[in-house]
């Protein structure tokens, strides 16, 4: 057994260590993104590798793929805060506009067909990347979207984390990730508060602006 593999068990469960740690950093970066602290980032960075070592000798390639994707977006992110908040100043949120939230659902729609038919595809070949292209390329999608609204300060991403959490809990347990199938639902209830949250202050900022 490699280091990706090594573990413990839990009720007749193999638990990876990389899959624990991993998902300790992706806790850790939602409660940070609550708190709109740059530190979110470079958490959100740890993880991603974590869990993409966690995923990759899983074989769920879609969720591979999805931390190798979040790997980049952290850095976008890292960069949008930085730049946003500047010389302390706070970090500016709000309600993605009607044309961005049909932007947002369009390239969901359509980058969860595309990638499910490439998945498929893939598996034809005998290459046998995901047992569920479906689920997989909807979670890898969903992620991305909402990573990337995270980014932006936008508001709604909390919304797209819920839509991609009412999927990942059950996919991870039936793939045998034990903690990260426990964590996307403590995500959940997270998410939700976060929304809350982040509602509220831009509703205030808006009021204050106008």
Known sequence: M???EAGFGVFGQHVRWTDLAGNVCALGTVWLAMRKT???WPVQLAGAVL???ASISAHITGNAL????FG???VYGWIRWSRRTRDGAPLGIRSATPRERVALLAVLAAGTVAVALLFMFLNSRGLDVSWAPWPDAYIFVGSAVATWAQGRALVDFWLLWV????VGVPLAFRSGLVVSGAV???FFVMVLIGFRDW???????EAATT
């Open 163 to 166: 839509a991609v959490d009412l």
């Open 2 to 4: 490699n280091w990706v």
């Open 51 to 53: 869990l993409f070592a």
């Open 199 to 205: 509602l509220r202050q831009s509703r205030t900022l």
């Open 184 to 186: 996307y639902a403590v």
């Open 38 to 40: 740059i530190w979110t």
């Open 72 to 74: 980049v977006l952290a």
């Open 66 to 69: 999805k931390q190798a994707l």
